[in-house]
């Protein structure tokens, strides 16, 4: 078989702001991570100080032979408050896309990874129709500020991640007395706390799809050549026998709904960790004798390949695979899974699909939300009290494929 990528097919690493910039503390998240009852394990501190570090990280990934890398601009940083823009935080992220450029990396940016300034969720947040027209003027900025630098926009990280967490992490109900602390902390009301993560209602999805869609036209405003794309959580979900009328509704709610609205887009970047199994009764868990990675899921990197295909045939282009990766700390394990995701993609270039990059999660080990720093998913390791960098044997192996374009068999 030829496993050899298309020419100019990008090849990088993903990082989001919170998650690895520190001190974003004008942000929904931040408040969330210190309320008295936080659900969180830890708070996110200095993170990995990507907001001060980026040049030598950026360098760093150049020298691995990556020609692209996907991160975040922050809006809590970008307008602190309420159509208040800073030119010193746009100038911040137009650095790090000169840096990208200086060393052959091109910039695939996110307007939006999960967290949002404070201001915007005492406004109602994302159950507000109106954060879809705030959204669509901040992107708009962004772009008149960066477009330039830009190979690629992903508007909305997991568009579609509220409403799993809704149907399926939240479901048994959320602590009550850190959502009654977190609305307080952030000047709004139980009832009405939609920081992104808690926006999984019908009225939450059409939210952020209007903001979506609102926002890809203020960007081809500035723009309209800027390839611009939504990115969306995709489990390879599969259904045993008598399953199959559970998984199809669950698909529907949880993917097909999000792919379809994205049809209008230039790419839809599609991001995959594992599968999912589904019987009459729902969800199977993982099944047993099925290796599990840090984060409970199953070793399962094949779902790249079947998520690609699943997603093209509901949406019908171009696509990226903008996350895919392993929370482990046997690397070994974490080569073997990009050695297999990695087939999975060339086997769909050869059946003709059209793949136009993949980026691993993570560059670096990295802050995984409400799990702390535990998880690591880094190819790049971090001591986060000296910040010292170190690069893992699985980066070496995946800098070899991005620098031949080729995946050895
Ligand atoms: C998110 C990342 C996260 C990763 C691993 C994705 O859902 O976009 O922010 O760290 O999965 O859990």
Known sequence: MNNEFPQGFLWGTATAAHQVEGNNTNSDFWVMEHVPE?????PSGDAIDHYHRYPEDIAMLAELGFNSYRFSVEWARVE??????????????????ETCLAHNLKPVVTYHHFTSPRWLISQGGWQSMATAEKFARYAGKVTEHLGDQIEAVCTINEVNIPRMAALMWMAGGEDESFIREAAQAL???????????????HQGRDVILAAHHQARAAIKAERPSLPVGLTIAMADMQ?????EAERDRMRWELQDVFLEAARADDFVG????????????????????????????????????????????????????????????DDGRRLAYYQSALQSVAT??????DVR??????????????????????????????????????A????KVVQTNRLEQ
């Not at 995959?272 to 019987?279: C, D, I, L, P």
């Not at 070496?396 to 800098?399: F, G, I, P, T, Y």
């Open 270 to 329: 599609v991001q995959t960790y594992t599968r999912e199994r589904y019987g009459a009764e729902g969800n199977l868990g993982p099944q047993e004798g099925v290796e599990q990675t840090q984060m409970g899921y199953e070793f399962w990197p094949q779902a790249t390949g079947a998520t690609l295909r699943r997603a093209y045939e509901v949406a019908g282009i171009p696509m990226m695979v903008t996350e895919n990766g392993i929370g482990t700390d």
């Open 357 to 394: 990059g993949y980026f691993a999660w993570s560059a670096f080990d990295n802050f995984e939300w409400m799990l702390g720093y535990r998880p690591t998913f880094g190819l790049i390791a971090v001591d986060r009290r000296t910040q010292q960098r170190t690069i893992k044997p699985s």
């Open 187 to 201: 000047h709004t009301t139980p009832e009405q706390f939609a920081p992104f993560m808690f926006a999984g209602t």
């Open 80 to 97: 602190p408050e309420d159509g208040r823009f800073s030119t010193a935080a746009l100038d911040h992220y137009g650095r790090m896309c």
């Open 239 to 243: 259904a045993l026998p008598g399953g």
């Open 396 to 399: 070496r192996w995946l800098s």
């Open 38 to 42: 936080t659900v969180f394990a830890e």
């Open 348 to 353: 769909c270039l050869q059946d003709g699909l």
